[in-house]
């Protein structure tokens, strides 16, 4: 199966447009064409074209920046699909799919029949598709891509043995423009003017070599429903369906050596309605006993209506999780997990926070916050002078002049300096902006007033004026 | 009569304690122990430097939850401390807490044997706590690394109320109890 149109049917699906379209993707600071319409192709417009010119020869064109990353996506949606008709499907280059269709023919009455209907199903989904049939991988591509109506391999261009373009225009240098011109030239001089991977194209076209389809590997599903034949309302009998959906589902995270990070409950109610239950975890985890009680908070607060009837419990997010060795000093981080989990659900994960430290002078940049869930605690704390307990956004003094003042105001307090121990003069980082240190370097003071209060000031030579900053143990 | 610090201070655990004064977070950060949860909204601008810190607590013993109001702050402190895989709950106060609310958290701490600690605005204490202190920072004027401050505990359910001075040994890490000015060996005897 080829998609020759695969980018641009994508889009042209969810958006369908008239006339020329064409997809543009950036190379070398060029926007070149990447994928065209029907409509684009009969204009002469090519593959490769930059933007610029596809517009002069045609004013009207449409375009939009191509995603290959959605395709890759959409490719394997297709993969999916193709699995209606064999179970041995694998990826074929970007915009094709490979079938190994031997034995399930004659479940759709046979291969003419099998290829009218994937032809059919892909026009009606809006999609271009080339289908080639072949005893071999091979010739099934070369087919699919250059066949027409009913011709043999050797009638076919070299270009169809999957060669590199320089291969090609050599092959053809020679006079060798058929498959069936290379088959029956000399082996060897080929070989030894093009290397061996010329004559192993081309016995794979023609079923010397085997090339087996590698079917993909489906990724794992962590969801699991339960319908219940009578409505149930009670909070109770939420969880203990939920108890028993949780033991297959961990059964499942165990056998891939998983942990689910984020769980969703969706209940689904009589008229239709549904809600959901959403679960931030800690940490990744797996154990239906230290889970279902994270639930408790979450389903207490639904509202059941006239009841609930089908329940589905997805892992939405899953981590890898080694199996451990039962150990004796397990208990206490599980238990701190669960708790930062459970209050987690009431404030949010990201606010609960523990601190980093961080490579800087500056004091508010000595240190970073990160979540707990997503951070292990940091040694490696140094503090080459000492720093204040407390900090808080600079507050404004009045007092002037380098030295510290003798009396000051702050926070309607009228404090005495008993003692100075300064300056300690630190350099805004020039690299990174900061409004707060827009006002140059700063010098800093420890002032040990007499009333007690022991607070960090700072004077800004460049832009006198002093701010109170923090206060000492 | 002197009472001794040692009959009140490291704070009795699985109870709620309180704390005002300026020296109230040094208070915090000294009698904490072991892995710490500090609850403080997340709308006040003042931060604790970890740096700071360093002398009392290792910064990676402490956890920060940052509740929007203190109605999920007392929610938080509820849930950490009946849980009791942290020791220590420390809780900022930004509201008078009601009878209710102080007995709640007692009966949590109770449960789950994690000791709390209130900072409370001066006046604000409410009556369940179990030792209400006050700390407050005064000057030294022999050292200049000194954390001189004065401990008074102005409501004990189970004991008497005393004052003291103290001062923090950063290399050491213990607290020392100080002797009022007059009364240390080798100075001036007071006037009179």
Known sequence: ???????????????????????????????????????????????GMSLADARAFCPDLLSQPARPDLDAQFLTALRRWALRYCPWVGHEGVDGLALDVTGATHLWGGEEEMLADM??????????????????????????????????????????????????TGLQRLGLRRIGDLTTAARAPLARRFGPALMERLDQATGLLPEPVTPEKEPPHYAVRMSLPEPIGLAEDVMGVCARLLAPLCDKLMAQETGARQLCLTLRRVDQGSQQVELHLAAPMRDPNRILPLFRRGVDAVDAGFGIDQIRLEATQVEPLA?????????????????????????GLENIQRYLPADSHIPERAFSIAPAAFSAPQNGWSAPRPRPLRHFPPEAIAATGPRPPARFRWRRMTLTTGRAIGPERIAPEWWMSDEAWRSGLRDYWKIDTREGRRLWLFYTPQNPGWFVQGEFA | MRVDLNSAFPLRPARVHEVCGAAAVSFAAIAARGTVLWIRESWLPETLHPLGLMPFLAPSRLLLARPKDQTDGLAVAEEALKDGALPFVVIEITRPLDLREGRRLQLAAKAGGATGLCLIPEGMGSNASETRWKATPSFDPHREDSTLMRWEIIKNKSGTN????????????RLHVVSPAGERPGSARPPG
């Not at chain 1, 892909?122 to 991988?137: E, F, M, Q, S, V």
């Not at chain 1, 060795?325 to 708790?339: C, H, K, M, R, T």
């Not at chain 1, 930062?340 to 659900?345: A, D, L, S, Y």
Request: net charge positive; proline share 4%; charged share 25%.
């Open chain 2, 162 to 173: 005393g004052a003291w001075n103290v001062r923090w040994d950063q290399e050491t890490h």
């Open chain 1, 119 to 168: 032809q059919a199903r892909a026009t009606r989904a809006g999609l271009t598709l080339r289908l080639g049939i072949a005893d071999n991988r091979g010739a099934a591509w070369a087919f699919a891509h250059f066949g027409t109506g009913q011709n043999r391999l050797e009638d076919l261009p070299v270009a169809a043995l999957r060669l590199d373009d320089k291969t090609v």
């Open chain 1, 323 to 347: 199996v451990q060795q039962i150990g004796s000093a397990q208990a206490a981080p599980d238990q701190l997990n669960d708790l930062i989990t459970r209050i987690g659900t009431r404030i």
């Open chain 1, 1 to 47: 199966m080829w998609f020759p149109r695969l980018a641009s049917d994508r889009v042209l699906r969810a958006r369908p447009v008239d006339g020329p379209f064409v997809l543009t993707l950036r190379e070398s600071n060029t926007d070149r064409l990447y994928c065209l319409n029907a409509a684009a192709e009969r204009l002469d417009l090519a593959r």
